[in-house]
Protein backbone atom coordinates (compact mmCIF):
# COMPACT_ATOMS: atom_id res chain seq x y z
CA UNK A 1 0.00 0.00 0.00
CA UNK A 2 2.53 2.26 0.87
CA UNK A 3 4.70 1.41 -1.93
CA UNK A 4 1.42 2.65 -4.46
CA UNK A 5 1.20 5.91 -2.49
CA UNK A 6 5.23 6.51 -3.05
CA UNK A 7 4.51 5.72 -6.64
CA UNK A 8 1.36 8.23 -7.30
CA UNK A 9 3.15 10.90 -5.37
CA UNK A 10 6.25 10.15 -7.82
CA UNK A 11 3.77 10.50 -10.89
CA UNK A 12 1.90 13.15 -9.52
CA UNK A 13 5.53 15.17 -9.27
CA UNK A 14 6.76 14.26 -12.27
CA UNK A 15 3.46 15.48 -14.29
CA UNK A 16 3.63 18.82 -12.20
CA UNK A 17 7.44 19.27 -13.58
CA UNK A 18 6.79 17.89 -16.85
CA UNK A 19 3.44 20.39 -17.23
CA UNK A 20 6.05 23.49 -15.58
CA UNK A 21 8.43 22.76 -18.19
CA UNK A 22 5.61 22.67 -21.33
CA UNK A 23 3.99 25.60 -20.21
CA UNK A 24 7.08 27.30 -19.52
CA UNK A 25 8.38 26.53 -23.40
CA UNK A 26 4.78 27.58 -24.43
CA UNK A 27 4.96 30.95 -23.17
CA UNK A 28 8.69 31.52 -24.18
CA UNK A 29 7.30 30.35 -27.68
CA UNK A 30 4.24 32.89 -27.12
CA UNK A 31 6.84 36.07 -26.12
CA UNK A 32 8.99 35.04 -28.74
CA UNK A 33 6.06 35.00 -31.69
CA UNK A 34 4.91 38.53 -30.20
CA UNK A 35 8.76 40.09 -30.09
CA UNK A 36 9.35 39.24 -33.85
CA UNK A 37 6.19 41.59 -34.88
CA UNK A 38 7.00 44.32 -32.19
CA UNK A 39 9.48 46.21 -34.23
CA UNK A 40 6.55 46.77 -36.85
CA UNK A 41 5.27 50.60 -37.24
CA UNK A 42 2.53 51.30 -35.73
CA UNK A 43 0.66 52.61 -38.99
CA UNK A 44 0.32 49.01 -40.13
CA UNK A 45 -2.87 48.36 -41.68
CA UNK A 46 -3.19 44.73 -42.71
CA UNK A 47 -0.45 42.10 -41.36
CA UNK A 48 -0.01 38.50 -43.52
CA UNK A 49 1.78 35.74 -41.57
CA UNK A 50 2.60 32.73 -43.35
CA UNK A 51 5.43 29.95 -42.20
CA UNK A 52 8.73 29.53 -44.60
CA UNK A 53 8.17 25.96 -45.74
CA UNK A 54 7.59 24.13 -48.85
CA UNK A 55 4.17 22.36 -47.83
CA UNK A 56 3.21 26.65 -48.14
CA UNK A 57 4.61 27.25 -51.46
CA UNK A 58 3.28 24.07 -52.85
CA UNK A 59 0.02 24.72 -52.16
CA UNK A 60 -0.14 28.34 -53.60
CA UNK A 61 1.71 27.44 -56.40
CA UNK A 62 -0.44 27.91 -59.24
CA UNK A 63 -2.99 30.28 -56.95
CA UNK A 64 -3.88 33.32 -58.74
CA UNK A 65 -5.45 35.42 -56.07
CA UNK A 66 -2.45 37.07 -54.45
CA UNK A 67 -1.34 37.73 -57.80
CA UNK A 68 -4.90 39.45 -59.19
CA UNK A 69 -5.19 41.67 -55.74
CA UNK A 70 -1.21 43.26 -55.86
CA UNK A 71 -0.19 42.76 -59.30
CA UNK A 72 1.94 40.63 -61.39
CA UNK A 73 5.36 43.03 -61.18
CA UNK A 74 4.89 42.68 -57.22
CA UNK A 75 4.38 39.12 -57.30
CA UNK A 76 7.41 38.56 -59.53
CA UNK A 77 9.68 40.79 -57.04
CA UNK A 78 8.71 38.82 -53.89
CA UNK A 79 9.22 36.04 -55.76
CA UNK A 80 13.31 36.90 -57.12
CA UNK A 81 13.33 37.76 -52.86
CA UNK A 82 12.43 34.38 -52.46
CA UNK A 83 14.91 33.13 -54.70
CA UNK A 84 17.54 35.43 -53.51
CA UNK A 85 17.51 34.71 -50.17
CA UNK A 86 15.42 31.46 -48.89
CA UNK A 87 17.25 29.62 -51.64
CA UNK A 88 20.51 31.25 -50.15
CA UNK A 89 21.92 28.03 -47.96
CA UNK A 90 23.05 30.19 -45.27
CA UNK A 91 19.69 31.96 -45.10
CA UNK A 92 17.62 29.06 -46.17
CA UNK A 93 19.05 27.30 -42.83
CA UNK A 94 17.95 29.72 -40.28
CA UNK A 95 14.88 30.78 -41.93
CA UNK A 96 13.35 26.92 -42.63
CA UNK A 97 10.23 26.35 -41.30
CA UNK A 98 10.32 30.11 -39.55
CA UNK A 99 7.30 31.95 -39.54
CA UNK A 100 7.26 35.06 -42.25
CA UNK A 101 5.33 38.58 -41.57
CA UNK A 102 4.19 40.81 -44.46
CA UNK A 103 2.96 44.16 -43.02
CA UNK A 104 1.33 46.92 -45.27
CA UNK A 105 1.37 50.67 -44.40
CA UNK A 106 -0.73 53.17 -46.10
CA UNK A 107 1.00 56.46 -47.08
CA UNK A 108 -0.65 59.74 -49.23
CA UNK A 109 -0.59 58.15 -52.61
CA UNK A 110 0.92 54.74 -52.04
CA UNK A 111 0.84 51.23 -50.33
CA UNK A 112 4.11 49.98 -48.55
CA UNK A 113 5.07 46.59 -47.08
CA UNK A 114 7.66 45.65 -44.61
CA UNK A 115 8.52 41.82 -44.86
CA UNK A 116 10.09 40.59 -41.35
CA UNK A 117 11.19 37.28 -40.81
CA UNK A 118 12.76 35.94 -37.27
CA UNK A 119 15.82 33.33 -37.56
CA UNK A 120 15.66 29.91 -36.22
CA UNK A 121 18.82 31.13 -34.02
CA UNK A 122 20.74 33.58 -33.01
CA UNK A 123 23.19 34.96 -35.28
CA UNK A 124 25.59 37.35 -36.15
CA UNK A 125 24.88 40.85 -36.96
CA UNK A 126 26.79 40.74 -39.91
CA UNK A 127 25.42 37.88 -41.17
CA UNK A 128 23.47 39.51 -43.88
CA UNK A 129 26.46 41.03 -45.56
CA UNK A 130 28.80 38.07 -45.47
CA UNK A 131 26.34 35.57 -46.88
CA UNK A 132 25.07 37.77 -50.20
CA UNK A 133 25.88 36.39 -53.85
CA UNK A 134 28.34 38.32 -54.97
CA UNK A 135 26.31 39.89 -57.71
CA UNK A 136 24.01 42.12 -55.50
CA UNK A 137 25.59 45.69 -54.73
CA UNK A 138 26.02 46.01 -51.15
CA UNK A 139 25.89 49.48 -49.10
CA UNK A 140 26.16 50.14 -45.39
CA UNK A 141 23.77 53.08 -44.36
CA UNK A 142 24.35 54.47 -40.79
CA UNK A 143 21.14 56.26 -39.60
CA UNK A 144 20.15 57.54 -36.12
CA UNK A 145 17.65 54.26 -35.98
CA UNK A 146 20.68 52.28 -37.01
CA UNK A 147 22.84 50.63 -39.43
CA UNK A 148 21.08 48.86 -42.27
CA UNK A 149 21.88 47.69 -45.92
CA UNK A 150 20.98 49.40 -49.47
CA UNK A 151 20.82 46.34 -51.73
CA UNK A 152 20.69 46.16 -55.58
CA UNK A 153 19.61 43.03 -56.65
CA UNK A 154 20.35 42.55 -60.20
CA UNK A 155 16.58 41.09 -61.42
CA UNK A 156 14.97 43.77 -59.45
CA UNK A 157 14.76 47.22 -60.79
CA UNK A 158 14.30 49.13 -57.55
CA UNK A 159 16.82 49.36 -54.81
CA UNK A 160 15.18 47.27 -51.85
CA UNK A 161 16.56 48.20 -47.97
CA UNK A 162 17.39 45.49 -45.48
CA UNK A 163 18.33 45.32 -41.83
CA UNK A 164 19.87 42.14 -39.70
CA UNK A 165 19.88 42.08 -36.36
CA UNK A 166 20.77 38.76 -34.56
CA UNK A 167 16.93 37.24 -34.31
CA UNK A 168 15.77 37.99 -37.38
CA UNK A 169 15.76 40.23 -40.51
CA UNK A 170 13.60 43.03 -42.79
CA UNK A 171 12.81 43.89 -45.86
CA UNK A 172 11.28 46.93 -47.37
CA UNK A 173 11.08 48.62 -50.57
CA UNK A 174 10.21 51.90 -48.57
CA UNK A 175 13.43 53.16 -46.77
CA UNK A 176 11.63 55.47 -44.58
CA UNK A 177 9.42 52.18 -43.12
CA UNK A 178 12.71 50.53 -42.75
CA UNK A 179 13.70 53.22 -40.66
CA UNK A 180 10.84 53.25 -38.90
CA UNK A 181 10.92 49.85 -37.58
CA UNK A 182 14.50 50.26 -36.48
CA UNK A 183 13.50 53.10 -34.54
CA UNK A 184 12.79 52.18 -30.53
CA UNK A 185 11.55 55.68 -30.57
CA UNK A 186 9.16 55.55 -33.07
CA UNK A 187 5.60 54.17 -32.33
CA UNK A 188 4.89 50.30 -32.88
CA UNK A 189 2.36 47.75 -33.05
CA UNK A 190 -0.17 48.72 -29.85
CA UNK A 191 0.07 46.09 -26.83
CA UNK A 192 -3.53 45.14 -27.94
CA UNK A 193 -2.51 44.25 -31.39
CA UNK A 194 0.72 42.32 -30.26
CA UNK A 195 -1.52 40.50 -27.61
CA UNK A 196 -4.46 39.19 -30.08
CA UNK A 197 -2.15 38.47 -32.40
CA UNK A 198 -0.08 36.12 -30.28
CA UNK A 199 -3.43 34.49 -29.11
CA UNK A 200 -4.52 33.59 -32.20
CA UNK A 201 -1.08 32.52 -33.28
CA UNK A 202 -0.65 30.29 -30.75
CA UNK A 203 -3.94 28.54 -31.42
CA UNK A 204 -3.82 29.02 -35.77
CA UNK A 205 -3.23 26.25 -37.56
CA UNK A 206 -4.33 27.62 -40.73
CA UNK A 207 -1.42 28.10 -43.89
CA UNK A 208 -1.90 31.62 -43.98
CA UNK A 209 -3.45 34.52 -41.78
CA UNK A 210 -4.41 38.31 -42.15
CA UNK A 211 -4.52 40.65 -39.29
CA UNK A 212 -6.55 43.95 -39.72
CA UNK A 213 -5.69 46.44 -37.31
CA UNK A 214 -9.05 48.54 -37.39
CA UNK A 215 -7.37 51.59 -35.33
CA UNK A 216 -5.22 52.00 -39.14
CA UNK A 217 -8.10 51.01 -41.61
CA UNK A 218 -9.74 54.97 -42.09
CA UNK A 219 -5.87 55.57 -43.47
CA UNK A 220 -5.60 52.76 -45.38
CA UNK A 221 -9.19 53.24 -47.15
CA UNK A 222 -8.28 57.10 -47.08
CA UNK A 223 -4.89 56.50 -49.67
CA UNK A 224 -7.25 54.16 -51.31
CA UNK A 225 -10.36 56.71 -52.29
CA UNK A 226 -10.92 60.25 -52.65
CA UNK A 227 -14.32 59.66 -51.28
CA UNK A 228 -15.02 56.92 -48.73
CA UNK A 229 -18.89 55.46 -49.11
CA UNK A 230 -21.15 55.50 -46.74
CA UNK A 231 -20.68 51.93 -46.06
CA UNK A 232 -17.23 51.70 -46.52
CA UNK A 233 -17.51 54.40 -43.58
CA UNK A 234 -18.75 52.27 -41.68
CA UNK A 235 -15.57 50.69 -40.16
CA UNK A 236 -13.96 53.54 -40.15
CA UNK A 237 -14.62 53.91 -36.57
CA UNK A 238 -14.85 49.89 -35.67
CA UNK A 239 -12.16 49.53 -33.12
CA UNK A 240 -10.61 46.63 -32.90
CA UNK A 241 -8.48 43.60 -34.81
CA UNK A 242 -9.87 41.24 -36.96
CA UNK A 243 -7.45 37.72 -37.09
CA UNK A 244 -8.28 35.79 -40.36
CA UNK A 245 -7.77 32.21 -41.57
CA UNK A 246 -6.99 31.76 -44.82
CA UNK A 247 -9.27 29.01 -46.31
CA UNK A 248 -8.10 27.21 -49.88
CA UNK A 249 -10.21 27.59 -52.80
CA UNK A 250 -8.71 27.99 -56.10
CA UNK A 251 -10.72 30.74 -57.62
CA UNK A 252 -11.63 32.40 -54.21
CA UNK A 253 -9.88 34.53 -51.68
CA UNK A 254 -11.18 33.03 -48.49
CA UNK A 255 -10.90 34.04 -45.21
CA UNK A 256 -12.94 33.39 -41.52
CA UNK A 257 -12.39 34.32 -38.26
CA UNK A 258 -12.87 36.52 -35.57
CA UNK A 259 -13.05 40.48 -35.08
CA UNK A 260 -12.58 41.37 -31.80
CA UNK A 261 -13.86 44.85 -30.90
CA UNK A 262 -12.40 47.42 -28.37
CA UNK A 263 -14.59 47.75 -24.84
CA UNK A 264 -14.79 51.86 -25.68
CA UNK A 265 -16.00 51.34 -29.12
CA UNK A 266 -19.05 53.06 -30.03
CA UNK A 267 -19.52 52.59 -34.08
CA UNK A 268 -23.19 51.88 -35.57
CA UNK A 269 -21.45 48.00 -36.69
CA UNK A 270 -20.81 47.56 -32.89
CA UNK A 271 -24.30 47.63 -32.03
CA UNK A 272 -24.76 44.14 -34.05
CA UNK A 273 -22.31 42.64 -31.99
CA UNK A 274 -24.66 40.90 -29.37
CA UNK A 275 -27.11 40.17 -31.67
CA UNK A 276 -27.98 36.88 -32.74
CA UNK A 277 -27.09 36.30 -36.75
CA UNK A 278 -30.49 36.32 -38.52
CA UNK A 279 -31.40 34.30 -41.50
CA UNK A 280 -30.93 35.95 -45.20
CA UNK A 281 -34.83 36.83 -46.74
CA UNK A 282 -33.78 39.86 -49.21
CA UNK A 283 -32.25 37.54 -52.32
CA UNK A 284 -35.40 38.03 -54.69
CA UNK A 285 -35.18 41.69 -53.58
CA UNK A 286 -31.93 42.29 -55.96
CA UNK A 287 -32.45 43.54 -59.25
CA UNK A 288 -30.17 42.69 -61.82
CA UNK A 289 -28.14 46.00 -62.01
CA UNK A 290 -27.20 46.10 -58.65
CA UNK A 291 -24.16 47.15 -57.31
CA UNK A 292 -24.11 46.87 -53.57
CA UNK A 293 -26.34 45.44 -50.84
CA UNK A 294 -25.85 46.03 -47.29
CA UNK A 295 -27.78 43.61 -45.04
CA UNK A 296 -28.73 44.19 -41.52
CA UNK A 297 -30.16 41.80 -39.18
CA UNK A 298 -31.30 42.08 -35.29
CA UNK A 299 -33.00 39.74 -33.33
CA UNK A 300 -33.51 41.74 -30.35
CA UNK A 301 -34.64 45.40 -32.21
CA UNK A 302 -35.18 46.96 -28.12
CA UNK A 303 -31.74 46.39 -27.31
CA UNK A 304 -30.39 47.21 -30.66
CA UNK A 305 -32.79 50.58 -30.54
CA UNK A 306 -31.29 51.39 -27.21
CA UNK A 307 -27.77 51.34 -28.71
CA UNK A 308 -28.48 53.25 -31.38
CA UNK A 309 -29.96 56.19 -29.28
CA UNK A 310 -26.80 55.77 -27.62
CA UNK A 311 -24.60 56.68 -30.26
CA UNK A 312 -27.18 59.39 -31.76
CA UNK A 313 -26.32 61.06 -28.29
CA UNK A 314 -22.82 60.45 -28.50
CA UNK A 315 -23.42 62.41 -32.45
CA UNK A 316 -25.35 65.71 -30.67
CA UNK A 317 -27.99 64.42 -33.02
CA UNK A 318 -30.76 62.71 -30.35
CA UNK A 319 -31.80 66.37 -29.17
CA UNK A 320 -33.13 67.39 -32.44
CA UNK A 321 -34.11 64.37 -33.29
CA UNK A 322 -36.65 63.95 -30.15
CA UNK A 323 -37.38 67.53 -30.88
CA UNK A 324 -38.82 66.64 -34.08
CA UNK A 325 -40.42 63.39 -32.73
CA UNK A 326 -42.42 65.77 -30.04
CA UNK A 327 -43.62 68.04 -32.97
CA UNK A 328 -44.58 64.98 -34.66
CA UNK A 329 -46.77 63.31 -31.58
CA UNK A 330 -48.63 66.63 -30.84
CA UNK A 331 -49.65 67.28 -34.42
CA UNK A 332 -50.40 63.62 -35.41
CA UNK A 333 -51.92 61.92 -31.93
CA UNK A 334 -49.00 59.27 -32.38
CA UNK A 335 -46.77 57.88 -29.60
CA UNK A 336 -43.70 56.97 -32.20
CA UNK A 337 -41.69 54.83 -30.09
CA UNK A 338 -45.35 52.49 -29.63
CA UNK A 339 -46.79 52.79 -32.85
CA UNK A 340 -43.52 53.19 -35.35
CA UNK A 341 -40.60 51.38 -33.48
CA UNK A 342 -42.78 48.16 -33.17
CA UNK A 343 -43.86 47.88 -36.47
CA UNK A 344 -39.53 47.23 -37.71
CA UNK A 345 -38.85 43.40 -38.65
CA UNK A 346 -35.62 41.86 -37.75
CA UNK A 347 -33.76 42.59 -41.45
CA UNK A 348 -32.99 45.98 -43.13
CA UNK A 349 -31.04 46.44 -46.46
CA UNK A 350 -29.49 49.56 -48.37
CA UNK A 351 -29.09 48.74 -51.96
CA UNK A 352 -27.29 50.77 -54.40
CA UNK A 353 -27.87 49.89 -58.19
CA UNK A 354 -25.30 50.62 -61.11
CA UNK A 355 -27.15 53.59 -61.80
CA UNK A 356 -26.33 55.30 -58.36
CA UNK A 357 -29.89 54.90 -57.25
CA UNK A 358 -30.25 54.29 -53.44
CA UNK A 359 -33.21 51.77 -52.22
CA UNK A 360 -34.02 51.01 -48.82
CA UNK A 361 -36.06 47.64 -47.37
CA UNK A 362 -37.34 47.12 -43.97
CA UNK A 363 -38.66 43.89 -43.05
CA UNK A 364 -42.38 44.61 -41.20
CA UNK A 365 -43.46 43.08 -38.36
CA UNK A 366 -47.47 43.18 -38.55
CA UNK A 367 -48.67 44.61 -41.84
CA UNK A 368 -51.84 46.28 -39.52
CA UNK A 369 -49.76 47.52 -37.48
CA UNK A 370 -48.24 49.31 -40.39
CA UNK A 371 -51.06 50.60 -42.23
CA UNK A 372 -52.26 51.97 -38.60
CA UNK A 373 -49.26 54.07 -38.49
CA UNK A 374 -48.53 54.88 -41.76
CA UNK A 375 -51.48 56.82 -42.08
CA UNK A 376 -50.54 58.99 -39.15
CA UNK A 377 -47.65 59.97 -40.12
CA UNK A 378 -47.43 59.80 -44.27
CA UNK A 379 -49.58 61.24 -47.17
CA UNK A 380 -50.74 58.95 -50.04
CA UNK A 381 -49.83 60.29 -53.71
CA UNK A 382 -52.21 61.14 -55.99
CA UNK A 383 -51.87 57.62 -58.02
CA UNK A 384 -52.13 55.31 -54.57
CA UNK A 385 -49.06 53.58 -55.50
CA UNK A 386 -47.00 55.15 -52.88
CA UNK A 387 -46.55 57.29 -49.74
CA UNK A 388 -43.93 60.00 -48.84
CA UNK A 389 -43.21 60.65 -45.11
CA UNK A 390 -44.92 63.59 -43.61
CA UNK A 391 -41.30 64.40 -41.65
CA UNK A 392 -37.91 63.62 -41.97
CA UNK A 393 -35.07 61.68 -40.30
CA UNK A 394 -38.19 58.63 -38.96
CA UNK A 395 -35.97 56.13 -40.56
CA UNK A 396 -32.43 57.64 -39.22
CA UNK A 397 -34.21 57.74 -35.93
CA UNK A 398 -35.78 54.36 -36.55
CA UNK A 399 -32.98 52.11 -38.29
CA UNK A 400 -29.53 54.53 -38.15
CA UNK A 401 -26.62 55.06 -40.37
CA UNK A 402 -28.23 53.10 -43.69
CA UNK A 403 -31.30 55.34 -43.85
CA UNK A 404 -29.67 58.60 -42.90
CA UNK A 405 -29.49 59.98 -46.30
CA UNK A 406 -33.34 59.08 -46.89
CA UNK A 407 -34.91 62.08 -45.31
CA UNK A 408 -38.39 62.30 -46.71
CA UNK A 409 -38.22 58.95 -48.65
CA UNK A 410 -41.05 57.70 -50.81
CA UNK A 411 -42.13 54.38 -49.79
CA UNK A 412 -44.66 51.25 -50.41
CA UNK A 413 -45.46 48.15 -48.72
CA UNK A 414 -45.06 44.98 -50.36
CA UNK A 415 -44.62 41.49 -49.78
CA UNK A 416 -43.72 41.98 -45.84
CA UNK A 417 -41.41 44.79 -47.14
CA UNK A 418 -41.18 48.41 -46.99
CA UNK A 419 -39.33 49.73 -49.75
CA UNK A 420 -38.66 53.08 -49.67
CA UNK A 421 -36.48 55.59 -52.22
CA UNK A 422 -35.72 59.29 -52.22
CA UNK A 423 -38.30 60.31 -55.31
CA UNK A 424 -41.21 58.25 -56.71
CA UNK A 425 -39.31 57.30 -60.15
CA UNK A 426 -36.67 55.90 -58.53
CA UNK A 427 -39.07 53.65 -56.53
CA UNK A 428 -41.74 52.73 -59.33
CA UNK A 429 -38.58 51.55 -61.88
CA UNK A 430 -37.36 49.14 -59.04
CA UNK A 431 -40.26 47.63 -58.19
CA UNK A 432 -41.28 47.30 -62.01
CA UNK A 433 -37.76 45.14 -62.07
CA UNK A 434 -39.16 43.41 -59.08
CA UNK A 435 -42.40 42.32 -60.51
CA UNK A 436 -40.77 41.35 -64.09
CA UNK A 437 -38.27 39.19 -62.24
CA UNK A 438 -35.72 41.37 -63.65
CA UNK A 439 -33.40 39.83 -60.53
CA UNK A 440 -30.00 38.75 -59.70
CA UNK A 441 -31.13 35.36 -58.62
CA UNK A 442 -32.10 34.55 -61.44
CA UNK A 443 -27.96 34.33 -63.02
CA UNK A 444 -26.21 31.19 -62.97
CA UNK A 445 -22.90 33.44 -61.57
CA UNK A 446 -25.16 34.78 -58.57
CA UNK A 447 -26.50 31.35 -57.67
CA UNK A 448 -22.83 29.75 -57.53
CA UNK A 449 -21.33 32.86 -55.67
CA UNK A 450 -24.26 32.74 -53.40
CA UNK A 451 -23.53 28.77 -51.93
CA UNK A 452 -19.98 30.56 -50.98
CA UNK A 453 -22.35 33.32 -48.63
CA UNK A 454 -23.26 32.20 -45.12
CA UNK A 455 -27.14 31.79 -45.02
CA UNK A 456 -26.83 33.91 -41.82
CA UNK A 457 -25.45 37.04 -40.15
CA UNK A 458 -25.77 40.18 -38.86
CA UNK A 459 -24.22 42.51 -41.60
CA UNK A 460 -23.59 41.46 -44.94
CA UNK A 461 -21.80 43.43 -47.40
CA UNK A 462 -22.47 42.17 -51.17
CA UNK A 463 -20.37 43.89 -54.23
CA UNK A 464 -21.34 43.41 -57.55
CA UNK A 465 -17.26 44.41 -59.12
CA UNK A 466 -18.95 44.82 -62.81
CA UNK A 467 -21.83 46.71 -61.48
CA UNK A 468 -20.14 48.53 -59.19
CA UNK A 469 -16.98 49.16 -61.94
CA UNK A 470 -18.66 52.84 -62.47
CA UNK A 471 -18.51 54.03 -58.38
CA UNK A 472 -15.42 52.24 -58.02
CA UNK A 473 -13.14 54.31 -60.96
CA UNK A 474 -15.10 57.41 -59.50
CA UNK A 475 -13.80 57.47 -56.24
CA UNK A 476 -10.49 55.40 -56.57
CA UNK A 477 -7.62 57.67 -55.83
CA UNK A 478 -5.51 58.53 -59.03
CA UNK A 479 -2.30 55.51 -58.57
CA UNK A 480 -4.84 52.81 -57.48
CA UNK A 481 -7.29 53.79 -60.73
CA UNK A 482 -4.74 53.10 -62.53
CA UNK A 483 -4.13 49.97 -60.79
CA UNK A 484 -7.62 48.89 -61.26
CA UNK A 485 -7.89 49.64 -64.89
CA UNK A 486 -4.48 47.68 -65.86
CA UNK A 487 -5.57 44.20 -66.55
CA UNK A 488 -2.13 43.50 -67.82
CA UNK A 489 -0.74 44.11 -64.51
CA UNK A 490 -3.61 42.81 -62.39
CA UNK A 491 -6.51 41.44 -62.36
CA UNK A 492 -9.87 43.27 -60.70
CA UNK A 493 -11.60 42.68 -64.14
CA UNK A 494 -11.54 38.90 -63.24
CA UNK A 495 -13.15 39.37 -59.82
CA UNK A 496 -17.26 38.67 -59.79
CA UNK A 497 -18.18 39.57 -56.55
CA UNK A 498 -16.21 40.58 -52.99
CA UNK A 499 -18.13 39.96 -49.67
CA UNK A 500 -18.05 40.38 -46.03
CA UNK A 501 -19.91 38.82 -43.64
CA UNK A 502 -20.33 39.55 -39.79
CA UNK A 503 -22.34 37.39 -37.45
CA UNK A 504 -22.56 38.68 -33.73
CA UNK A 505 -21.19 36.33 -31.13
CA UNK A 506 -21.46 38.00 -27.53
CA UNK A 507 -18.17 39.95 -27.18
CA UNK A 508 -16.67 39.39 -30.96
CA UNK A 509 -17.89 38.86 -34.54
CA UNK A 510 -17.84 35.88 -36.62
CA UNK A 511 -16.42 37.17 -39.94
CA UNK A 512 -16.15 35.72 -43.63
CA UNK A 513 -14.57 37.50 -46.34
CA UNK A 514 -14.95 36.69 -49.80
CA UNK A 515 -13.94 37.89 -53.37
CA UNK A 516 -14.66 34.94 -56.15
CA UNK A 517 -12.83 35.61 -59.38
CA UNK A 518 -12.55 33.95 -62.86
CA UNK A 519 -8.94 31.92 -63.34
CA UNK A 520 -6.56 33.13 -66.57
CA UNK A 521 -5.65 29.38 -68.28
CA UNK A 522 -2.03 29.62 -69.23
CA UNK A 523 -1.73 31.54 -72.38
CA UNK A 524 -4.65 33.49 -72.30
CA UNK A 525 -5.03 36.92 -73.09
CA UNK A 526 -6.40 39.34 -70.40
CA UNK A 527 -9.66 40.56 -70.86
Known amino acids: ?218 NFLSSLTKKTSNTLALFESLNGISMLDLNYKSNVVMFSGTSSIAVSDSSYLSLFITQKPVSHQLKSWLPIDVAEVATYGISDYRKFHAGLEKILTKRKDINQLQEQIRYIEDKKDVVINDELLTIWGNEFAKLTLKSGVEIGLIAIRDSLEYSLIADKISTVNADSTSRQFDNSNLLYYSLGDPFKDFKRPYFTYSNGYLVVANNQRSLFDYLTQ ?94
Open 1 to 218: MKKTIVLIVILFIAVIVVSSLYFSRLSQTQNASKRYIAAIPADASLLVSFNNDSTFYDLFKSYQGFELLLGKEEMKDLGTLKDTFLKNTAFSTLASQQPVYISFHAKKDSINWLLSMPFGKVTDPDFLQNNLDSSIFVQSIQSPAGEYYELKIPALSRKIYASAQPENTMFSFSKSLLESALDKKASHLSELFLDKFQENNHRNSSPLQLYINHDRLK
Open 434 to 527: VKDQDLLINEEDYALYDKLQSASSNFSLFIHRENSNRAIERNLGKPFLKNYNDKENFGYNRFYAFSLQLSGNGDQFLVNLYGEFKEEKEGEEPQ
